[in-house]
C-alpha cells in the first residue's frame, strides 16, 4: 500500500525569518541551505519536558537552515486495522494526543516556527528520525528509504533523504551494531552498511552531505580511548570473528565498511577534514554515563559526511559539547555537530543544474 507522508508546518517567526511577509515563499525566496545541524536527542519529547529552552536558545544562536534529529522516539500515526502513517504522529490515544500536543508546541515556538518539519517514525517509541528545514530553503522531494522512492519507508524510522537543486542530504540513525552475533545485531548491521554503500555509489550523480548518528568511530583518534573500547565485552562474550570483538561502533569490521562507504561513495569527513588533531576537551559527540566504567570515555560517531566535489566549500565542522560533565549535551548524551558550507559559485551551480537535467 502506498503511504503518504505529509509534512507538518507550524506558524511562528525565528531569530533571522526568511519569510515573504505572506509567509508564503515565492521563487525569488527560496535559496539553498549552507548550515547544517544534527542531532541525537535521545527521545525528542524528554529534551522538549526538561532542555528545551537551553536547546531553543543555542538554535537561535546558530540559526541553522536544516535541522536533522536522530532518536526521535514518537510512535507513527495509525490504529488497529489500519496501516501507519511514518509521516505523522500518533494521536488516537489521550497519552499519544496529549505528548503530541506537546511536541508540536514546542516546534511551533521561536525559533523553530520557521521551519517545516519531516517525520520518519516507527510503529513504537522506537528509533525515528526528523527533519526541520527552513521555509525558504524547501527541498525538491523528500523521500524515506535509502532506495529513494515515497512509496517505501525503512521501518524503524532511521532515513530521511531530501533533494535539494544541487546536492542530496541524508539524515540517519545507523542501528547499533550490538554485542552478540546470535541476537542479529551484527548481521542487521552488516545489511545497514551495504545499503548505505550501494546508495552512495548509485547516487553519485549528485553531491551528497550525509549526516546523523551513525554509531561509527572511524579510526583512533575519534574515541578517547581506544585500547578500552577495543577491549570492551559484554558480561564476557567473545564473538567469533575478531574483527566484530570490542566496542559496538569500534569494531574493526565496522570501521573497515564504513571506510569503504567514504572511499566508494568518494566522501570526505567534514569534521575531521578540518580538524586534524585530536581533541580530549571537545572533539567527541557522544560521552558514556558519568557514573561508572564508562565515565569520561567517549567517541565521535555522529557525522556530517559530504561529497569530494563539496569539499572545498567546507567552512566549519563543529561539535557543541564537551567535558565529562556533558556540557553542551542539552540532556542527551549526544552533542549537537554543526556544518557550514560557503555560497556556491553562480557557475558551479548552473553547471550542476545543466549536468542534471
Request: charge should be positive; charged fraction near 30%; proline fraction near 6%.
Amino acid at each position: 500500500m502506498k503511504r503518504f507522508f505529509k509534512p507538518i508546518e507550524k506558524e511562528g517567526s525565528a531569530k533571522k525569518p526568511c519569510l515573504s511577509p505572506s509567509d508564503k515563499p515565492n521563487d525569488n525566496d527560496k535559496k539553498e541551505p549552507l548550515k547544517f545541524l544534527t542531532w541525537n536527542a535521545n527521545s525528542l519529547l524528554l529534551r522538549v519536558k526538561s532542555n528545551w529552552p537551553e536547546f531553543s536558545d543555542f538554535v537561535s544562536k546558530i540559526d541553522p537552515d536544516v535541522i536533522a534529529i536522530q532518536e526521535v522516539r514518537m510512535p507513527a500515526a495509525g490504529s488497529k486495522g489500519a496501516p501507519k502513517n511514518p509521516g505523522e504522529l500518533k494521536d488516537d490515544t489521550s497519552t499519544s494526543r496529549e505528548e503530541k500536543q506537546i511536541l508540536m508546541r514546542a516546534l511551533s515556538s521561536p525559533p523553530f516556527g520557521n521551519y517545516r518539519v519531516w517525520w520518519s517514525l516507527a510503529d513504537s517509541k522506537y528509533a525515528g528520525t526528523a527533519l526541520l528545514v527552513k521555509k525558504c530553503c524547501q527541498p525538491q522531494k523528500v523521500s524515506f528509504s535509502l532506495e529513494g522512492t515515497a512509496s517505501k519507508h525503512e521501518q524503524d524510522g532511521r532515513v530521511i533523504l531530501a533533494e535539494f537543486e544541487t546536492f542530496r542530504l541524508l539524515n540517519t540513525y545507523a542501528p547499533n551494531n550490538g554485542w552478540k552475533e546470535e541476537e542479529n545485531s551484527f548481521l542487521r548491521r552488516r545489511k545497514w552498511d551495504k545499503k548505505l554503500l550501494e546508495f552512495v555509489v548509485q547516487h553519485s550523480d549528485k553531491p551528497l552531505i550525509w549526516c546523523g548518528d551513525l554509531n561509527v568511530s572511524h579510526e583512533d583518534i575519534d574515541v578517547s580511548h581506544p585500547d578500552f573500547f577495543s577491549a570492551a565485552k559484554l558480561n564476557g562474550y567473545i564473538p567469533p570473528n575478531k574483527e566484530d570483538c570490542g566496542q559496538p561502533g569500534f569494531t574493526v569490521a565496522e570501521r573497515k565498511r564504513f571506510g569503504s562507504i567514504l572511499k566508494e561513495g568518494r566522501l570526505i569527513d567534514a569534521y575531521r577534514y578540518l580538524h586534524k588533531e585530536k581533541d580530549m576537551e571537545g572533539g567527541f559527540s557522544w560521552s558514556g554515563h558519568p557514573i561508572g566504567k564508562y565515565r569520561g570515555k567517549r567517541m565521535r560517531i555522529d557525522y556530517f559526511i559530504v561529497s569530494e566535489k563539496l569539499k572545498d566549500r567546507v567552512v566549519a565542522c563543529e561539535m557543541h559539547g564537551q567535558g565529562i560533565e556533558l556540557q553542551g549535551f542539552y540532556g542527551s548524551d549526544h552533542c549537537p555537530v554543526s556544518l557550514e558550507l560557503s555560497q556556491a559559485s553562480s557557475t558551479v551551480a548552473q553547471i550542476e543544474v545543466v549536468n542534471h537535467m
